[in-house]
């Protein structure tokens, strides 16, 4: 198995709402993508708690993989690129870990 972990920092646009609601589009994003591309085995988007520092990042995804291969073409794939390419608008900062695991 493969675990692919991406977390972001969504820029700040002056507006606390506005960072929110791309937060939350971003999640919807994320989260429709395990619907459109079958490899995807798991896939989990959370948001930084409040309770939490505001300096950590603001956004993780965690997914799982049955193979390297799988995970390739979860990155090809047209519905990712939409996605990476949203995420690229709106991130300021990324951070990406992929391992193998049993």
Do not use: C
């Not at 939350?24 to 490899?39: D, N, P, Y």
């Not at 995970?71 to 709106?90: D, F, G, M, S």
């Amino acid at each position: 198995m493969i675990r692919h972990i991406v977390i972001w920092t969504i820029r700040e646009t002056g507006n606390p709402r506005s960072k929110l609601e791309a937060m939350a589009e971003l999640k919807s994003k994320l989260l429709g993508l395990k619907e459109q591309i079958r490899v995807i085995r798991k896939l989990e988007v959370h948001f930084n708690s409040p309770s939490a520092p505001q300096d950590n990042f603001d956004v993780i995804l965690e997914s799982e993989f049955a193979s390297w291969a799988d995970l390739e073409t979860y990155r090809k794939h047209p519905a990712h690129v939409i996605v990476a390419a949203y995420v690229k608008n709106i991130s300021q900062n990324r951070a990406a870990l992929d391992y193998e695991y049993q």
